[in-house]
């Protein structure tokens, strides 16, 4: 059904897309060039603007009485878009970039390769959740409240892991990050 709304309102859609994919990443590359960051802080923004939005924008959209329909038609298309675009976004916009192009080269960015990481974190979980949902409606009807649980809790877990493993550099870089992401 979410995927039928693109054929009813593409105008919405095409526009989100275009934002997304094109936009905010260009948008988010001259950020990097105007605050100029360290390089690897400058390659991780361009990153995040590179990859698609998320279900919070869903709640979000619907607690603030927004267009849910397509807020969840966006997450769709956009997850699905972003198999090819965040691999080939990030190779642009960080290619790009004089100093985050060193580190682009020094870890040997293949874009097949990156596509084919992101295909099996994005596009493979989101094809089998389709797919149970089709198959085995009322399985994925009374498991989704666990699962969203322990997913919010392992998200949770990595969030703190990785603060934790960089706590020196979160310090050092806190009120920068939050200059640039406001």
């Known amino acids: 059904a979410d995927f039928k709304a693109v054929l009813v309102?593409?105008?919405?859609?095409?526009?989100?897309?275009?934002?997304?994919?094109?936009?905010?990443?260009?948008?988010?590359?001259?950020l990097v060039l105007a605050i100029k960051p360290a390089p690897?802080?400058?390659?991780?923004?361009?990153?995040?603007?590179?990859c698609p939005g998320g279900n919070l924008s869903n709640f979000l959209a619907h607690y603030a009485?927004?267009?849910?329909a397509l807020s969840?038609?966006?997450?769709?298309?956009?997850?699905?878009?972003?198999?090819?675009?965040?691999?080939?976004?990030?190779?642009?916009?960080?290619g790009l970039h004089p100093e985050a192009s060193k580190i682009l080269k020094?870890?040997?960015?293949?874009?097949?390769?990156?596509?084919?990481?992101v295909f099996l974190l994005l596009g493979l979980p989101m094809v089998v959740g389709m797919w149970a949902g089709?198959?085995?409606?009322?399985?994925?009807?009374?498991?989704?409240?666990?699962?969203?649980?322990?997913?919010?809790?392992v998200f949770g877990l990595f969030v703190l892991g990785a603060l934790a493993a960089n706590w020196r550099y979160f310090i050092d870089y806190v009120g920068f990050v939050v200059f640039a992401v406001f």
């Open 106 to 117: 020094a870890v040997a960015l293949d874009p097949l390769e990156m596509m084919f990481a």
């Open 72 to 94: 969840i038609t966006m997450t769709a298309v956009s997850t699905a878009v972003a198999i090819v675009m965040t691999p080939f976004n990030l190779s642009l916009w960080g």
């Open 65 to 68: 009485k927004g267009n849910t």
């Open 134 to 153: 089709w198959r085995y409606p009322r399985f994925v009807q009374r498991a989704h409240k666990p699962v969203k649980i322990f997913s919010l809790a």
């Open 9 to 30: 309102m593409p105008k919405p859609v095409l526009i989100g897309l275009v934002s997304q994919f094109l936009l905010l990443p260009a948008f988010t590359f001259l």
């Open 40 to 50: 690897s802080v400058a390659l991780g923004m361009m990153l995040v603007a590179a």
